[in-house]
């Protein structure tokens, strides 16, 4: 099994620019999220999905939208990217069967905003 | 913010060592979760311990939680080259569904 999954690895955009993360997971997992992660700032939740066709804002979601509308695949997209956006992303999966699960990462997208 | 913090920032240590990094957070929670990220890579789940729960084991690992004073330690015996990495606390609340992290401990394990 390939895990968590996220295309593309690298992207250097312009800003103002828009684009489209995508993730993708092979356990069938209800739950899954959106990072990014900043020099000394540890993770911040982006957005999150408790399931197909759900989605909920996380700490911030600011410039930022996202679709679920299959259960492997979890969108992040920047409208109109900027160079605040300048980051690492990172998705991450869960069961929802049970409330004590860990999360499985992807190897995140390097995403630069010039 | 609802960050927690992780002491230290950064921590140097020879091969056998061990090494020991705290985490404090600050609302109540359900779980506390230790990862580890390698250099260029996404986080690896390390252990669990529940609210009910005050200290576990999973290998070399040994991991406490006080939620009196909202912290956690975790401690990594006979540490190896191959422990350098970055460790990160994450707690969930709320509902449960949200996760927040740490700051993280940046581990430097000197061969």
């Known amino acids: 099994n390939a895990g968590v999954t996220q295309t593309p690895k690298f992207r250097v955009l312009k800003t103002g620019q828009s684009m489209t993360l995508l993730c993708a997971q092979d356990?069938?997992?209800?739950?899954m999220y959106w990072y990014r992660q900043d020099p000394g700032m540890g993770l911040r939740l982006i957005h999150y999905?408790?399931?197909?066709?759900?989605?909920a804002k996380g700490e911030v979601p600011d410039g930022y939208n996202v679709s679920r509308l299959k259960k492997q695949n979890f969108l992040l997209g920047l409208e109109s990217a900027a160079p605040s956006q300048t980051s690492v992303y990172f998705c991450?999966?869960?069961?929802?069967?049970?409330?004590?699960?860990?999360?499985?990462f992807g190897d995140g997208t390097r995403l630069s905003i010039l | 913010s609802q960050q927690g913090e992780e002491d230290p920032q950064a921590l140097s240590i020879q091969e056998g060592e061990n090494a020991t990094m705290n985490c404090s957070y600050k609302?109540?929670?359900?779980?506390l979760q230790w990862y580890r990220q390698n250099s260029g890579r996404g986080l690896v789940h390390l252990i669990l311990?529940?609210?009910?729960?005050r200290e576990k084991h999973s290998g070399r690992l040994r991991v406490t939680l006080d939620t009196s004073k909202k912290s956690s330690s975790l401690l990594i015996t006979a540490s190896r080259a191959a422990d350098t990495a970055s460790y990160f606390c994450?707690?969930?609340?709320?509902?449960?569904?949200?996760?927040?992290f740490g700051t993280g401990t940046s581990l430097t394990v000197i061969p």
């Open positions: 991450a999966s869960r069961t929802g069967q049970t409330r004590n699960q860990p999360q499985h």
């Open positions: 356990m069938n997992h209800e739950y």
């Open positions: 999905s408790v399931g197909e066709g759900t989605t």
């Open positions: 609302t109540s929670i359900n779980n």
């Open positions: 311990i529940r609210s009910n729960e």
């Open positions: 994450a707690t969930d609340w709320n509902t449960g569904n949200q996760f927040y």
